[in-house]
Each structure stands twice: as structure tokens, then as C-alpha cells.
């Protein structure tokens, strides 16, 4: 009995005055939200954003200005939530120079925050002929002191190896040691697209050459360069020939890279001929990346719809897994965000695709968060305009069940510069974000500046 009371003061908080003291509860926002049949007058005090509230009969309203945000009323997680994480977004990205900056990838090792990313200084769109690889390093403590590092460019030779005249594109990062961070990214060699590396040291700055990121294909051990003509060879094995005849002629990395049991994951994201459809292949590394073994991927012509260039899509992959499962999130123009699966006994064999979210013209984002579970940023639908495919403003905070089978929106982070494409780093036990943004508003689809920002735990 004396340890329940203990407990019960320990969640209250206590006020005296020279006539009578009062004893009030403390409780988190959430909790006081959920509250059933609060009576008007009653007063909590709010854990959360550390202010008093009193319930005036419709809702619970801060008594105070300092309430930890500098907004006295607040009505709705969206509202707290959302605008706390845009608000206390930063710039991180070369923007004094940049007219464009895209798809970026975020690791934080021992306090220091790297932001790797596609950007332009002459044009302001995707796929320009001057589109580069950049990456931005700072203290997660002082994220406007930024320093900038040129990884890859256009025509830039490097050991045995001359890019061609051409834009790169989406990158991709992971952490091989304590002091190496290896650089993925999309270039072209001789005319042929081909996914390169090169790896860069933390203490010393150093980068290596440039190397061809290796594959193997069709259940075959050759070892192969990973460019367009073996992708392409990879999906006639897998749907049949004819199939690898490129629509949308590129092919990207377009997942986070996940270490699933003793294995890493990504996902190939390519455009295929056979009906115009465009798909994401599940790849494997064993030796951090250098070679990646192709395995199955979901057959977007199960999806509904005529239109196969806008419904029959499954582009932009994230990565999740359960003990026995392999799960792949990915997005569609018409078909909003799709669920397909694996079972890690045949990752040749994916289940046919089912919509799960209503809007899917931006990137899937889907993670653990560690005490709290599946949680998944996925493109609202209040970031859609009337005559617009998207303006890409807003992001669904998503609750994912643990079989996989209800997802529930939480609240919606909204900027009218743009939110959208994010990347996680888990870093002491709290998730961190980078994500694209047009705070400069210097391009149509808001892919001006990468930004960053923190996922608070007390935000769920």
C-alpha cells in the first residue's frame, strides 16, 4: 500500500499558500487528451510542455505563457506536434549556392551529424546535366555550422575512372567502421548507368577513388557491374523477357540501407517496358555494399487501374522485416502507398501488392522506434492542390501495428515550403530527420534545401 501512494505522489504536484495547499496531477499531453469527462475548472499540470491547464468546458487551455512552445491553446497533436518538428527545422544544405538539393541520407556518429545529398548550382530541377553529390557535416549541437564536402560531380575523373557529362543522382550512405562512411550514388561510365562508391574518413576528411558497385543476378554467382543492362537483364528473369526494355530508362537506390539479421537490405528502384510498369527489387550485401545480390520484387501489374505510367508503379522502397518476413512499402501515383511481403525463406517471391495509404506521390519513410514501435512518414493528403500532382507539404506520422494490419494516422507535419523524402538516423534511443524543403521557394517542386530536424519521443 505505501509503495501505490508513493507512486501516486510521485505523479503529483503540490502548491501551498498561507490559507490551504492544493495537490494537482501530472500528466503527459496525450494523457490529459484522452481524459473522459474532465469537469470545467478542473487544472492538471501538463508534462509535456510544462504548463499548467484548466479544463474550460470544451477543451484543456494553458494557463500560462511560458508553456514550452510559446503558443499558449493547444487543440490538436497536429498542431503541437507538427509545428514543433518544422520550427525547429534547420538548413543544412550549401544553400547560399545551391538552386536545387534533393534525396538526401543522414548518419550521426559520436555527435556528428553527416547529411549526404544531390544538389545543383546552375539549375533548378531533377536531372540536370550539372546535378552533384554533396555531403554536409556538423555537430548535432550547432547544425547551422556546417562544412561542405564535394563527393562527385559531373566529367570528374577519379583512379581509373571519368564520369561522363551527366547529372548524378540519388545517393545513398552507410557506416562500414568506426572512422568510414561509404558514399553510394548514381553516375555514368561510357554511356551506361552504373551505381558507384567511394568512401570517406571521418577523422581525416580523406575519399577514395571511385569503384563500381558489383551484383549478381538471376540466382547466378557471377559477379557483375550493377548498371542499367543488368538490372534490366534481372527483371526478365524475374517477370520474363521483354520485360527489362527500359520506359523510364534509369534506375536508382532508393531505400534506406537496413541491416536485417546478419545482412544488409536495400532496394533498387527501375522503370521496365512490358506494359510500362516500374517496380523495386530487393538487394542483399554481405561485404557493406560493394556487391549486392538481386532477389525478388513485387509485380506491379496486380495493382488497379489502365494507366500503367501513373497506377502500375511501385517505385521508392522502404524496409521493414519481422522474424520470418521481409516487408516492402513503396509508392504509387494513382495507388497511394503499397504493402507487399516476403518470407525469408524465398525473397524471390513477393505476395501481390495491397494499398494501404491513400497518397503516394512522395517517398515512404517506415521505421522502428525503439519502445514506441512501427511508425511511418508518409505523404498527407492535405499536401495535394486542386490542378496539382502534389505540392509535397505535408507528411502523415502513421502508427503501424505490429501484424501489419491498421495504420493510424497520429498527426500531420505541414510546411507550405514543402516537407517530403525524409531520411532516419536512430541516434541515443531518439529518431533524427532530413528531408527536402523550399524555404527559398527557387523551384516548382519544393526541392530547394535539405533540412533537418528531430522526432521528438514526447511527440508520440
Not at 490529459?32 to 484548466?54: H, M, S, W
Not at 514543433?84 to 549556392?97: Q, R, Y
Not at 531505400?255 to 532496394?267: G, M, N, Q, R, T
Not at 536512430?426 to 526541392?447: A, H
Request: charged residues 15%.
Amino acid at each position: 500500500m505505501k509503495s501505490i501512494i508513493t507512486l501516486f505522489l510521485s505523479l503529483c504536484i503540490h502548491f501551498k499558500s498561507y490559507s490551504q495547499s492544493i495537490t494537482l496531477p501530472k500528466l503527459t499531453f496525450t494523457e490529459i487528451q484522452a481524459l473522459q469527462f474532465p469537469e470545467e475548472g478542473q487544472i492538471l499540470y501538463d508534462l509535456t510542455f510544462k504548463c499548467l491547464r484548466v479544463y474550460n468546458g470544451t477543451k484543456w487551455i494553458s494557463t500560462t505563457q511560458n508553456s514550452g512552445m510559446g503558443v499558449e491553446d493547444y487543440t490538436s497533436l497536429s498542431k503541437v506536434y507538427g509545428e514543433t518538428f518544422v520550427n525547429t527545422a534547420l538548413p543544412v544544405s550549401k544553400f547560399e549556392t545551391e538552386t536545387y538539393a534533393h534525396s538526401s541520407y543522414i548518419k550521426i556518429i559520436n555527435n556528428t551529424c553527416y547529411v549526404l545529398y544531390m544538389c545543383n548550382d546552375k539549375e533548378n530541377f531533377e536531372g540536370g546535366i550539372n546535378q552533384k553529390i554533396r555531403l554536409s557535416t556538423f555537430n548535432l549541437l550547432m547544425p547551422t555550422q556546417k562544412t561542405i564536402t564535394e563527393i562527385a560531380q559531373p566529367s570528374q575523373t577519379s583512379g581509373s575512372f571519368t564520369l561522363d557529362n551527366m547529372g548524378l543522382q540519388v545517393p545513398n550512405m552507410l557506416q562500414i567502421s568506426q572512422d568510414t562512411l561509404r558514399l553510394f550514388f548514381r553516375g555514368s561510365v561510357s554511356k551506361n548507368r552504373t551505381i558507384l562508391y567511394r568512401d570517406y574518413s571521418l577523422t581525416t576528411g580523406a575519399l577514395t577513388n571511385f569503384k563500381t558497385v558489383k551484383a549478381t543476378i538471376a540466382r547466378n554467382q557471377s559477379i557483375v557491374p550493377l548498371n542499367l543492362l543488368n538490372v534490366y537483364a534481372h527483371l526478365d528473369y524475374l517477370f520474363g523477357p521483354g520485360h527489362g526494355i527500359g520506359e523510364i530508362q534509369d534506375f536508382f537506390m532508393t531505400s534506406e540501407i537496413e541491416k536485417i539479421d546478419d545482412a544488409l537490405y536495400s532496394v533498387i528502384s527501375v522503370g521496365s517496358g512490358l506494359g510500362k510498369t516500374t517496380t523495386s527489387i530487393l538487394v542483399k550485401s554481405t561485404d557493406n555494399g560493394a556487391t549486392w545480390s538481386f532477389l525478388g520484387a513485387p509485380d506491379p501489374r496486380f495493382l488497379p487501374g489502365t494507366n500503367s505510367m501513373v497506377t502500375k508503379y511501385m517505385w521508392e522502397g522502404a524496409i521493414t522485416s519481422s522474424s520470418t518476413e521481409i516487408y516492402l512499402f513503396c509508392r504509387s501515383v494513382n495507388n497511394g502507398i503499397t504493402l507487399t511481403k516476403a518470407n525469408k525463406s524465398n525473397l524471390y517471391n513477393f505476395t501481390i501488392p495491397i494499398k494501404i495509404w491513400n497518397t503516394g506521390n512522395a517517398k515512404p519513410l517506415v521505421f522502428n522506434y525503439p519502445g514506441i514501435g512501427l511508425i511511418g512518414l508518409f505523404e498527407s493528403s492535405s499536401s495535394i492542390e486542386p490542378n496539382l500532382l502534389s505540392n509535397r507539404t505535408a507528411l502523415d506520422v502513421v502508427r503501424i501495428s505490429n501484424n501489419y494490419s491498421a495504420f493510424t494516422k497520429l498527426y500531420t507535419i505541414s510546411d507550405y515550403s514543402g516537407i517530403h523524402t525524409p531520411s532516419y538516423c536512430l541516434y541515443n534511443n531518439e529518431i533524427f530527420i532530413s528531408y527536402t524543403g523550399d524555404k527559398l521557394r527557387r523551384t516548382p517542386k519544393n526541392c530547394g534545401q535539405i533540412f533537418f530536424s528531430r522526432l521528438k519521443r514526447n511527440s508520440f
